[in-house]
């Protein structure tokens, strides 16, 4: 099992759609989660953390934490073109303090006009 | 312009030929980091530094050294460079901790020959 995994798409959604991406995480103990943006040949661009249960929304982005079930996900509103890339999702291992960040393999979305 | 740099953005090398990877952010930040994607992997920690003089391993450090004599340069060293080093590789910082926002560097693409 993958310490950080997400489905690697490509997920298709019209524009004007929700877009949803999970991510799910293995080490129990994790405290901070972050969803990062990488266009085709770009850098990842952090969009959104959260380290609390519940959710937490930014403009059209709202990430959701779930610890129990140890799940993270990303909803992305009113999806545009512009918002087509790979989306990854970060977890730190351990406690904040640590210098580890396990990223996922990503999920590639496509929003279609 | 607050930025990290790296260099080269491209290089061809072959097998043995030892090599630097500089990494360089302006921004006074106290952590560092260097990643390697590859497809299918997603993004893997090499090793990262939480201040100067302080370095520990990733995921994924063998083959790699790193040195942090100074705060703002990071080099990423391959004493000999095998073929399955080919990769993208990215330098990040963030201001003190990774769950602070990570800047991310343009990426080198390494081939090994």
């Known amino acids: 099992q993958k310490e950080v995994e997400q489905n690697s798409g490509p997920l298709s959604v019209p524009e004007g759609a929700i877009a949803s991406l999970n991510c799910t995480y293995s080490?129990?103990?994790?405290?901070?989660f972050f969803w990062y943006r990488q266009y085709s040949g770009k850098s990842p661009e952090l969009i959104m953390s959260?380290?609390?249960?519940g959710d937490k929304e930014d403009g059209r982005f709202t990430a959701q934490l779930n610890k129990a079930s140890q799940y993270v996900s990303l909803l992305i509103r009113d999806s545009q073109p512009s918002d087509s890339a790979t989306y990854l999702c970060a977890v730190n291992r351990g406690s904040s303090n640590t210098g580890k960040l396990i990223f996922g393999q990503g999920t590639t979305l496509q929003v279609k006009p | 312009e607050a930025q990290v740099t790296q260099n080269p953005r491209y290089l061809i090398t072959v097998t043995g030929k030892k090599l630097t990877v500089t990494c360089s952010q302006n921004m006074n930040h106290e952590y560092m980091s260097w990643y390697r994607q590859d497809p299918g992997l997603g993004l893997r920690q090499i090793y990262y530094s939480m201040n100067v003089e302080v370095t520990d391993k990733g995921d994924v450090p063998e083959g790699y050294k790193v040195s942090r004599k100074e705060k703002r340069n990071f080099p990423l060293i391959l004493e000999s460079p095998s073929p399955n080093q080919t990769s993208l590789y990215f330098c990040a910082s963030s201001p003190a901790r990774p769950t602070d926002t990570q800047y991310f560097g343009p990426g080198t693409r390494l081939t090994v020959l």
């Open positions: 080490d129990r103990v994790s405290q901070s």
């Open positions: 959260i380290y609390s249960n």
